[in-house]
């Protein structure tokens, strides 16, 4: 209000002198005039949901310290001009998220000086208003900054769809020796012979993490070997929705295998939601009902090392498997066998050997290989002294 | 505004997640392969959700609130929170029969169901009487909080400190210069070890005129251990996660892709 | 049976015996050894130093009770740290085991000790929000959305500390006191899609995969366990003589008090591992005359 | 009250750790109390702090904001249809929407969060050796780019898993490996300090809350 009645005064008192030709002397001398911001443009803001304006702007070069951008906005044609913000000098830039979608805004800047005080003794003096084009939000269907995710995303989908379909069309891809899973044959096989169970623990986290899936492709194996030879198995579970997907895995393990006869439905149990009541009582499972191997598989958190160590006092094989670093030297201090990270997600298609799995596993390595690439020739040319390769991977 | 809001993103979500579901189930049952293909097909759609909400910023996919991939992420809480009456339930059946039967150790069962009981109706009772599970107006415990604080968290926190007793006895088993790797393991970890604390202080501390010869020991066994943990370790630590990450994309891909389902209970041939 | 033999055979529970006295003696009779300060919490320091009077930080309570002993001196420090500089602090939790709990006594102790701050003006605590990712999501886009009350159920808009605040884009930092998951989140969500820098309180177990983003810039510093807090306390204190008085009288548990125990377990542990591989050279010279 | 509070704390503190010398009836009572109060707890939590705030109030307070919240109910419901015989299959379209859509959003993160980033650190300018001394040679930004490249590069290749190792690709697979063991073992020795901070913890409970007000000293 105070800035209508501080213009209209002003412009009164400028066709009033200029009308009766008044000598300037008479006037107090005008404040110092403030300059307008340059190259003003209010448009939507670019790769968003919608809901905000952009503003951009130079400082002028004459700019006096201590000034501000004050940024107004109107809905045409009515000119009622609100306040949006004030900005600081050197921002240059500011985001106006409370637009609506679809509504045509104006926008102005104008420069603000709280301290210089201007003819009428109104504090504030203010300079000249720079107006944008009309300007309406809307929501966008690219997001510049990630277009870089977005070519490594498809590029990643071009290598990995390319080698499962070339295995689905026969072309047998090999896959390396894994430590770890060459023992679950045997450790699965001792427990039988001792006539004591397997242990197999999915993890704490729901099959909405990737690792529990992992885990139970895994599990889906082991209740198959422990079907074939007929030893007991135990899978207690933290998650409840790990706890019903596990369930349906090892029955239909015991199905395939030909032996829904020895399928219980006590194998895959719930104990608790609470890691660490769960890990209490599944260590005193171990020591009372001494499994013959523990296979700890899938996302651990504090909890691995307690399984880990009370299984090895037992005297139980033990194979385990992680992708989350945290925990990994804790498996690999107390186990007989870990599957590093990735090994964790190899595990499925080496144990099944079915084509088009190891055709993704094929996939997988020729991205790596690609990476390694990109990396290498990166690296020589930043140290070259260009360095493009880290700016193009930079994520937003 | 009056009457339901019907936004495209909320219009989609009814179709994909609810009605074809609801007509897929009804079609199942007349229809016994629907029974393993539908939840495959829906589950593609779920799964592209947030990979398309990642890179198309339109609203109906990433609005906050309202689009697609933030509405679908409001839904799973809850179908999250449905799931724990499946456990609940489980370990009902399982202790009440060991009970019931008089088998080994049903007092411990008794126990079990008791501790369930009392905790469970304490924690009904405050979500639903409106006093809720924390405090009391006048700062009293409800007895849910009081239980969490008297029961739950102490024994929570004994059972995450037996960490310290075995991260001992694994060191001492493990860290034996057996081969290569094992020494290398051994070295990084002790010497880790010696210096993320004043060790050398502490075996100082009987000789005063060591004490600065240890404390210059103890500053240097710092320094290595950092640029231990800040180079070879953040090296490996990356190759980790990058290989992890890349072995996670691709097992994503065959999840949404519906190749590896046995997650479903769904096996190959299904 | 030899001595070698004996040694190998070690009944662990001997080791768990010397851990718990290692443990126990110096609670009950400290030492006050001293302690070293590393890079990346020194970075996490001075980046909170550069800050001005007035700044608005982020603090996240994203542990539980579990890990108390270790994240709570950390957040402590924190929050002193940012109440002397004259920072405003958002407070928040997002682990959702007793996370909240945790957060109103911790942000209770601190500011009984700074009587000058006002709930409101100078900090504010929104509560506990279930779903960490969703949540931080809705902090880019607008605060109110995720948080539209504080944890006494007053609406945030129209108080002073988010006056002219939207998003989390607007904050100098975001400190993370974390354990498991949601400490990620902060850096592969909110630094890497708002660009607000982090910084990280992990515990101990979870530091070193940090490093990975100290490295890449996704960090600005990082307070690695109980270490890291009593580095923190240790740079507060020198910086500060008020809080080096504090942090020498105070009852309260603090980092610094947890060292001397800390340098018990650290020396028994390696000499366990120095005999059992002492054991292990002389059975193999053994094996080899054999 | 607290006084109780105090001694049944105590009490079970003393149980849990007497795991330690040998599994006993005090540690399986304990274990077992736990298991139940504990799930007792979650139903608790999930009542309150998951299905009241993101469900029941929405619903309440502004149906029509928030109709579409009822599809995730009777997605939440389809997973009781587990227990309905015959029918047990429908269950799968609340499991396999929730999966995929996690692992959907774990896609995501994956590859903005962790493989790009990770990658673009590694990319780094072999520049700056220092050849004043060890330490100063070792922290010399060329050492340190060196070794973060080899570092991550070489448990890269360890992880091919489509191809044998050949005479090239097996000595950097073993470089990898022990560039593993370095790291394992460094985090072993770093994580000891945050595990000892909660026996503290534990016997700072035991020793000034329980034992020194109770039996006094």
Known sequence: MRWVIRHCLLAILVFASAASGAPSGTLTPPPPELPAPDQFVAKDRPGDSGKAILLTWKDPPSLPAGATFEARRAEPPAYEWTKVADVKAGVQRYVDATAKDGVVYRYELRVHHADLADTLGLAGTIGPAVVSDPVASHDNWIKPERMNSLVACVLFLVLLLGSIGMAGRGTQFFIRRIAGLNAVDEAIGRATELGRKVLYVPGILSPGDIQTVASLAILGHVARATARYGSDLDCPNRDPLTFTSARETVRSAYLAEGRPDLFREEMVNYITYDQFAYVAAVSGRMVRERPAANFLIGHFFAEALILAETGQSTGAIQIAGTADPAQLPFFVAACDYTLIGEELYAAGAYLSREPVLLGSIRGTDLAKAALLLLGLVGIVSATLGHDWAAALLKTQ | MTGLHFDIGRVLLLVCFGIVPLVGIILGFFAPSLRRQLPLIVAFVAGIVPILSLYIPKAFLSAPGQGMSPRLDQYLIIVAGFALPLGVVNVIQLNTRKVGRGEKGWFFSLVLLIGLFVMGSFGVYGAFSGTGIGFLPNGAPTPFQWMTDWLFQPLQSTIFSLLAFFMASAAFRAFRARNVEATILLVAGVLVMAGRVPLFDLLAYPFPPLKPAAASLTQTMG???????????????????????????????????????????????? | MSLIDRLFSVDRRWIFLFVMLAVAVPILFPLGLPVTTTGSTRAAFEYIESLHAGDIVWLSYDYGPSSAPENDPMAEAFLRHCFVKDVRVVMCALYPLGGLSLMNASAARVAREFPEKKYGTDYVNLGYKDGPEAVMRRLGENIADAFPTDVNGTPIEGMPIFQGIRTIGQFKVVFTVATGLIGEYWITLVNAQFGTPVIIGPTAVSAPKYYAFLNSGQLKGMLGGMKGAAEYEQLLARAYPAMSEFYHRTRLFTGTKGMDAQTGIHAVIVGFIFLGNVAFLLARRREGRA | MELFGTWIAALLTLAVLSFLYKDNPFFRFAESLFAGVSLGYYVGITLDQTLKPNLFEPLRANFNLNWDLAIAGLLGAFLYMRYVPRIGWVARYGLAIYVAYYIGVE?????????????????????????????????????????????????????????????????????GVWFLMISFGAAFGFTVMGRVALLIGRLNFLIYNWISPTFGG
């Not at chain 2, 990450?245 to 769904?266: D, K, N, T």
């Not at chain 4, 493989?115 to 990319?123: D, E, F, G, S, W």
């Not at chain 4, 070794?147 to 489509?162: E, K, N, P, R, W």
């Open chain 4, 107 to 175: 896609f995501t993160r994956k590859i903005n969060g962790e493989v790009l980033p990770q990658m673009a650190r590694t990319i780094l300018p072999v520049r700056g050796f220092d050849f004043g001394g060890v330490g100063a040679f070792f922290t010399s930004p060329a050492m340190l780019a060196l070794c973060a490249i080899v570092g991550t590069y070489s448990v890269l290749v360890y992880f091919f898993f489509s191809k044998e190792q050949n005479a090239v690709t097996r000595p950097i697979a073993r470089l």
């Open chain 2, 223 to 270: 320094h290595l251990t950092e640029w231990i943990m800040d180079g070879p370790n953040s090296a490996a630590q990356a190759g980790i996660i990058i290989g992890s990450a890349l072995g996670a994309m691709a097992m994503a891909i065959r999840v949404i892709l519906g190749i590896e389902r046995s997650y479903l209970g769904l096996g190959k041939g299904d």
